[in-house]
């Protein structure tokens, strides 16, 4: 079963806009890491937060997370058409013998120009 | 370029057939891990190898199998293929046996689909 989840699934606004991508997971964690795929495409790693960090920030890219929550976002700002794409997330848990990286179901998101 | 290749790109094959799919994992990667990606399922862990050991195991089919070689190559064997096995194979790599707070670097995947 999945462990992160991702909201919204599908995500479209105009260029120049931020976009805002929530993942939630159930079990505790190490690291959340999020993930682009363009599509048909391979995956490409984007950011890496460990559950000790609470923000992180590469670029134009913006990461938070909540382990009360379980909870993570990933903010892109000032958007261009070429973000348009799928954006998982993936969590590696603290559970014993659940060492592997898992995937949430992705959001879609389209950035019209 | 994430420097994990895979072989072959897209690949047709009937119900029942076996078929092999290809990966070089990025230069100096001892971990590879083979995930599958399909619509209704999203990306599902399969399998993970490091340095020719079986290290960790997910959600693979008794039908599946995998192996990594001494050149650290690894391929996975898809046999008595279903038309529910039609989906994106991707493999990837990193540098460590553990996945915390380890980047994995993605190829391009395979594409298979059985008719």
């Known amino acids: 079963s999945q462990q992160g989840e991702e909201d919204p699934q599908a995500l479209s606004i105009q260029e120049g806009e931020n976009a805002t991508m929530n993942c939630s997971y159930k079990?505790?964690?190490?690291?959340l890491q999020w993930y682009r795929q363009n599509s048909g495409r391979g995956l490409v790693h984007l950011i890496l937060?460990?559950?000790?960090?609470r923000e992180k920030h590469s670029g134009r890219l913006r990461v938070t997370l909540d382990t009360s929550k379980k909870s993570s976002s990933l903010l892109i700002t000032a958007s261009r058409a070429a973000d348009t794409a799928s954006y998982f997330c993936?969590?590696?848990?603290?559970?014993?013998?659940?060492?592997?990286?898992?995937f949430g179901k992705g959001t879609k998101l389209t950035v019209n120009p | 370029d994430s420097g994990v290749t895979q072989t072959p790109k897209h690949l047709i094959t009937a119900t029942g057939q076996r078929v092999t799919l290809r990966c070089s994992p990025r230069?100096?990667?001892?971990?590879v891990y083979w995930y599958q990606q399909s619509l209704d399922q999203g990306l599902q862990f399969l399998i993970q190898?490091?340095?020719?050991?079986?290290?960790a195991k997910g959600n693979i089919l008794e039908r599946f199998s995998a192996q990594q070689f001494p050149d650290l190559h690894s391929e996975l064997n898809l046999s008595s293929l279903e038309l529910g096995d039609s989906a994106l194979y991707f493999c990837?790599?990193?540098?460590?046996?553990?996945?915390?707070?380890?980047?994995?670097?993605f190829g391009e995947g395979s594409w298979l689909t059985v008719v």
């Open positions: 990837a790599s990193s540098t460590r046996a553990r996945v915390s707070g380890n980047t994995i670097y």
């Open positions: 079990t505790s964690i190490n690291n």
């Open positions: 937060i460990r559950s000790n960090e």
């Open positions: 993936a969590t590696d848990s603290t559970q014993v013998g659940s060492e592997k990286l898992v």
């Open positions: 230069s100096g990667d001892l971990s």
């Open positions: 190898y490091y340095n020719g050991e079986e290290r």
